[in-house]
């Protein structure tokens, strides 16, 4: 990778310790141009009113798929939206409260403490204050930690988990294990959904061997939320994310097909899925990954906790041949391996959808030739 990845381009501020410096206005480096700022509340009120909010899926606690009505489920929901809730999900609600407060006492700790696990660019593993290498980039109000869980070739070794709290790293791996067991089951679904076998996602994405990372996501209260946005538009480029969400600050939103943005209430005890990049290139865009972006407020800090599902790192991924047709040809080619796909993501942070578009651009350049 090349040498701008082996460090931050400008010295790393914590989010964090900038909002608990009591500041009243934000540094300009966090500013975004009018057109990337959040829209009035209000707007966004009307939509949560007149139910325009995501699907939510049943999964029954595990229960089997008779007759076909959750792949149906999951078929309308990735086909409408590509961002669903889960319920009766089988994650214990107790492992997930256990796992979100373990990474709230992280970012209680003292700024000192967290900066031993200060993170770089190249691997991302640890404490971190920005996505992306970009000098003099606009930045987002938040903080993070990032860990790989899966597979056990690729583990974060035991330097990069926080020594405190001390039930940090069990907790989390344990929360890690439960909420892979939900994404192979997600995977199932999908795959029938499309109407194909069900082991075939999990095959052509590496079988056993798929990746896990997880962030803990810390968005500090803002001064001027209006101006600002705790995670800039991005779509995710694994295959799944789950995330655990805060029940009572409300942060995320989803750009609805018709690009409006709409902010995600979450449901007691519930995960928020989305699709991701690998899915819209396996299954060549019949399921399209969906951008999102945090938006952040003055009252309340908010933390989440994203387990992002991703393909082995060095298995090529292209459309399934199934779903391609002469009607309805690969859009995504070459096949790209996910370890070569993130090279772009960890360099450049969050732009919305235009990686993928790349891709698209690649075949349309090549089928011209
Ligand atoms: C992410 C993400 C949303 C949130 O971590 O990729 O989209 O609500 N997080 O923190
Ligand atoms: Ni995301």
Not at 170 to 185: A, H, N, P, T
Request: hydrophobic share 35%; charged share 25%; aromatic share 8%.
């Amino acid at each position: 990778m090349a040498d701008c990845m082996q460090e931050w381009p400008e010295p790393v501020v914590r989010v964090q310790a900038l909002a608990e410096s009591g500041l009243d206005s934000i540094p300009r480096c966090y500013v975004k141009p009018p057109c990337d700022r959040p829209a009035p509340a209000a707007d966004d009120d009307d939509d949560a009113s007149s139910g325009a909010s995501i699907p939510v899926v049943d999964l029954g606690n595990g229960s089997d798929d008779e007759g076909g009505q959750l792949a149906e489920a999951v078929a309308v929901a990735c086909r409408g939206w590509g961002f669903f809730q889960v319920v009766n999900h089988g994650v214990r609600p107790e492992l997930m409260r256990a796992a979100r407060e373990a990474w709230h006492g992280f970012f209680r700790l003292p700024l000192q403490e967290k900066q031993k696990y200060a993170n770089s660019p190249r691997t991302y593993e640890g404490y971190g204050s920005r996505l992306g290498v970009e000098k003099g980039a606009i930045l987002d109000w938040g903080d993070y930690y990032f860990l790989v869980l899966s597979p056990d070739a690729a583990k974060s070794p035991a330097k990069y988990w926080p020594a405190n709290p001390g039930i940090c790293k069990e907790v989390s791996e344990e929360y890690g294990r439960e909420v892979i067991k939900l994404c192979e089951r997600l995977m199932r679904l999908l795959s029938a959904s499309l109407g194909l076998d069900e082991t075939r996602f999990q095959e052509a994405f590496g079988g056993a061997d798929c990746g896990a990372g997880l962030r803990a996501n810390y968005y500090p209260r803002c001064p001027q939320p209006d101006l600002t946005l705790g995670l800039s538009a991005h779509s995710d480029p694994g295959i799944l994310t789950v995330l655990l969400a805060d029940d009572h600050v409300r942060g995320l939103q989803v750009r609805r097909r018709d690009g409006h943005w709409v902010t995600v209430q979450p449901l007691p005890d519930a995960f928020i899925v989305n699709v991701g990049d690998q899915i819209e290139i396996l299954s060549n865009s019949m399921y399209k990954s969906v951008e999102h972006r945090v938006i952040v407020n003055a009252e309340e800090e908010r933390i989440s906790l994203a387990l992002f599902y991703n393909p082995r790192g060095d298995v090529p991924v292209a459309p399934a041949p199934e779903l391609v047709t002469p009607e309805r040809p690969s859009l995504y080619y070459p096949p790209m391996t996910f370890d070569e796909y993130r090279v772009y993501v960890r360099k450049n942070g969050p732009k919305g959808k235009a990686q993928l578009e790349a891709l698209k651009g690649q075949s349309i350049t090549e089928k011209k030739e």
